[in-house]
C-alpha cells in the first residue's frame, strides 16, 4: 500500500500541530501530497429585523467563519512546510462531513484522539469515530502530543473478518517501505477470535516483515488488553479493523473500537 495523498483534519486545539506535524512526516516518508482539511458552519442570523437585516449578519457571520478558516490554514502551512507537496481544502461546512468528502481522493485520514479525558471543545474538531465509519479509506487516529510516528513496533490486533484485513492492507505500506522492526499478530478474546491469526502473520512474512503470533486470554476488556500487549511489546502503532454502526448518525461502536477511540497512547490505525 503507497499512500500518494495523505488528509489530515486541521483544528484550533492544543496536539493540532502535533498531529499536522506527524502527518507531514508520514508524507514525507511516502513522498505524498499533504492536504490539510478544516469546515465551519456559516451560523444561521437570528434575532433579525429584516432581510436587509438578516443579510448584514449573515455577511457578518461568513466573514468571522472566513477568520477561523485562515487561522487554520496558517497553522498548517506553517507546520507542514517542510519540502512536501501540500494543499488546502476549507469549506463553509459541518467539519466531519467536509473531512469525509474529501477523503474521496486520500488514501490516509489522519485525526485526533477524542476521548472523554481529552479536550473535546477545540474549534474546527473533529470526532473521529464518524470518520472511521463514513470515510471508506483507512484513518490513523493519533492521541495528543504524539508528533512522530516510526511504526517501528506494530500491533495487528486480529480479528478474522473484512475491517481487520482492509487495515491490514492499508498498513502494508509502513510495514514494506521501511520495514518495521517488528509485527505482532495478537488476537484478544475467546478462540473462535483467534482463527486465521497463523495465516496472516505468514501473509505479512510474505511480504517482509518479522512477525510473531500471540493468543492473549482476557481478565478485562478486550480492548484494554490490546492497550496493555502495545504497551508491553513498546509498540507504537496498533493495526485493527473499527466495528460498529449508525442509527440516524448516532454512532455505536463494540467495545475494543470505543475503547481504543477513546484511550489509545499509541497511534491506531482503523479501517471499517
Not at 485526533?112 to 469515530?129: C, H, I, K, Q
Not at 508528533?147 to 475491517?163: C, F, G, P, T, Y
Not at 495478537?186 to 497463523?198: I, L, Q, S, T, V
Not at 473499527?242 to 482503523?270: D, I, K
Request: charged content about 25%; proline content about 5%; some cysteine.
Amino acid at each position: 500500500m503507497h499512500y500518494a495523498n495523505i488528509l489530515v483534519s486541521v483544528d484550533l486545539d492544543g496536539p493540532a500541530p502535533d498531529r499536522i506535524r506527524l502527518a507531514a512526516g508520514i508524507a514525507h516518508r511516502f513522498e505524498a501530497t499533504l492536504t490539510g482539511a478544516a469546515a465551519h458552519k456559516v451560523p444561521v442570523p437570528f434575532l433579525i429585523h429584516d432581510v436587509y437585516d438578516a443579510k448584514i449578519h449573515e455577511q457578518e457571520n461568513e466573514r468571522r467563519v472566513r477568520e477561523i478558516l485562515e487561522q487554520a490554514r496558517e497553522v498548517f502551512a506553517r507546520i507542514a512546510d517542510d519540502g512536501i507537496r501540500t494543499d488546502w481544502r476549507p469549506a463553509f461546512s459541518e467539519p466531519v462531513t467536509h473531512l469525509v468528502e474529501q477523503a474521496r481522493a486520500a488514501d490516509l485520514v489522519v485525526v485526533g484522539r477524542r476521548g472523554p479525558d481529552d479536550d473535546n471543545t477545540a474549534n474546527l474538531g473533529v470526532a473521529p469515530g464518524p470518520v472511521v465509519m463514513e470515510a471508506g479509506r483507512p484513518v490513523l487516529v493519533v492521541p495528543p502530543h504524539l508528533e512522530h510516528l516510526k511504526a517501528a513496533r506494530i500491533v495487528v490486533a486480529w480479528k478474522d473478518s473484512s475491517e481487520a484485513r482492509r487495515a491490514v492492507t492499508a498498513a502494508l505500506g509502513f510495514i514494506r517501505i521501511r520495514h518495521a522492526d517488528q509485527v505482532f499478530v495478537a488476537a484478544a478474546g475467546d478462540g473462535a477470535r483467534f482463527a486465521g491469526a497463523e495465516d496472516m502473520a505468514g501473509h505479512l512474512v510474505r511480504h517482509g516483515a518479522s512477525v510473531t503470533t500471540h493468543f492473549l486470554k482476557t481478565a478485562v476488556s478486550d480492548g484494554d488488553e490490546i492497550l496493555r500487549f502495545a504497551k508491553a511489546q513498546d509498540a507504537d502503532l496498533i493495526v485493527m479493523g473499527a466495528y460498529g454502526h449508525s442509527r440516524l448518525r448516532e454512532w455505536a461502536f463494540g467495545g475494543v473500537t470505543r475503547e481504543v477511540l477513546q484511550t489509545t497512547p499509541v497511534c491506531c490505525l482503523m479501517s471499517h
